[in-house]
């Protein structure tokens, strides 16, 4: 997407010759650029409409190329456009097509406005539409994550740390870890919506206009809250492109957290979860395999967008204001990112809906590893009134015994215990089942199964 120093025939008067072969294909957009069609077409009705307005554009012409414009749209919508490199970019393909339809009224419409707030301004648009679709989806996957931790709320895992067993949780809790990260993805999202809702038409070039332009007006047209208040900045920012990335990048981390611990749930080694043929795949070689290649491939294209973010980056990191070709590498970067994340999240929303869980796997992998010994630490400090670290090193002592014997702490003699604190009592053994210490874990936040419940309910209401 070219900025006003694009070698371009257009531009006529000032080139001699036309552009070269190879310069001409790097300096055209249109390849990619072409999907802001839409938001092209409505700034430039909305620009129309207040050329209008402040008697800079006849009625006659307004309503021509209003009309024009429409017909545009129609031919675009309908696949019947035919667009040229050789007119570099959506901008001048609308504006020679309009010159076609409607003759020389076509070239008024570019009065008091460039293609470098043009552009700023289409870009936004998108964006800000694009944040609305992720907002969505986003929220259709927290329902699945919510549908699925409701249901298993009291179903037992391990809790883990270091991908080793350390205490024993509900599925639903750990679900609802989940719906907490998407929930900050989706107000990462609104936040960048309302920080990019500035509106830099009007800004022209670089430097604004001579004419008695309505910033005002055309901010207002487009859902704007407001004109941008620098015309260098309305130009030259592409902080909301980086804004957008950024969420997308933290957004697609968190859907290769969950992609990476479904790949973990659906191995045989694992087996907590199964995916259906929907969402597997087989071997070519292995019979016995299914594949859980929809999460593999969400945990790989989680590189693509985060490599996005830093391509942009880095391409904006040295630039002068105001507006440079470079930046015209923003939209690709965007685009791509904003397509990858939306197969992702829509993946990912159709994983969670489709898993089965074994319960009986989940429960038994929770009971290994003395996941229950931090409880048993927990009740010598309530019930012998013993230090913490005391009750650590105890507890250390009586977990190597049951190492030893080959047995669970709930499975250890009462009589072993006592050999290392001869006031433990019978009463340890309420506390040392995985059933007990998911219950016992009531604290706000915490794990229990009817604190799982009670943050479900609050969790629809907070988000859906």
């Known amino acids: 997407m070219s900025g006003e120093g694009g070698a371009s025939r257009i531009w006529g008067g000032r080139f001699a010759g036309g552009p070269d072969a190879v310069m001409e294909r790097i300096n055209a957009s249109i390849d990619f650029d072409k999907r802001l069609y839409a938001q092209d077409i409505d700034a430039s009705r909305a620009h129309c409409r207040m050329l209008v307005a402040q008697g800079i554009l006849s009625s006659p012409d307004g309503d021509a190329i209003a009309e024009g414009l429409e017909k545009i749209r129609a031919e675009i919508d309908a696949g019947e456009f035919d667009f040229k490199a050789s007119l570099e970019d959506i901008h001048m393909n609308i504006e020679a097509r309009l010159a076609e339809l409607i003759g020389d009224a076509a070239g008024r419409l570019h009065t008091a406005r460039s293609r470098n707030d043009q552009v700023a301004t289409d870009l936004r648009l998108w964006v800000r ?11 259709d996957l927290q329902g699945a994550l919510l549908d699925q931790a409701e249901r298993h709320a009291d179903t037992i895992m391990p809790g883990m ?36 809702n500035e509106s830099p038409l009007g800004a022209a070039a670089l430097a604004g206009t001579a004419f008695p332009i309505d910033r005002e007006a055309t901010a207002r047209a487009l859902g704007f809250d407001r004109p941008m208040a620098n015309s260098l900045d309305a130009v030259s920012d592409r902080d909301f492109a980086l804004e957008f990335l950024a ?25 907590f979860v199964a995916l259906s043929d929907a969402f597997s795949t087989g071997s070519s070689i292995m019979p016995q395999k299914r594949n859980p290649d929809a999460a593999e491939l969400i945990r790989g294209k989680a590189g693509r967008v985060v490599g996005a973010l830093n391509a942009l980056l ?11 070709k470079d ?23 159709g994983m969670i809906a489709d898993m089965t869980v074994d319960r009986d796997a989940m429960r038994a992998a929770a009971g290994a590893g003395h996941a229950t010994a931090t409880d048993l630490a927990d009740w ?85």
């Open 327 to 349: 930046m015209q590498e923003d939209k690709e970067p965007v685009f791509d990112a904003e397509a990858t994340l939306a197969l992702c999240v829509a993946a990912t929303t």
């Open 129 to 139: 539409d694009a944040l609305d679709r992720l907002e969505s989806g986003l929220a």
């Open 247 to 271: 969420v997308a990048a933290i957004a697609a981390t968190h859907l290769s957290r969950l992609a990476e611990e479904i790949v973990l749930w659906t191995s045989a080694q694992f087996g």
């Open 380 to 464: 010598l400090v309530r019930t012998l009134d013993m230090p913490f670290r005391d009750a650590h090193h105890v507890t250390g002592r009586i977990v190597r015994l049951a190492d030893e014997a080959g047995c669970a702490l709930d499975a250890l003699p009462l009589e072993a215990m006592r050999a290392v604190e001869p006031r433990i009592t019978e009463d340890v053994f309420a506390v040392l089942g995985v059933e007990n210490s998911v219950a016992s874990r009531t604290s706000q936040g915490g794990t229990a199964p009817d604190n799982v419940r009670r943050a479900v309910a609050a969790a629809r209401e907070r988000y859906l």
């Open 161 to 196: 740390t270091h991908l080793q067993a350390a205490q024993p949780v509900t599925f639903g809790h750990h679900l609802l870890a989940y719906v907490e990260m998407i929930g900050r993805d989706r107000s990462r999202a609104r936040d960048c919506r309302a920080r990019l």
């Open 314 to 324: 880095v391409v904006m990191k040295g630039l002068p204001l105001a507006y440079g």
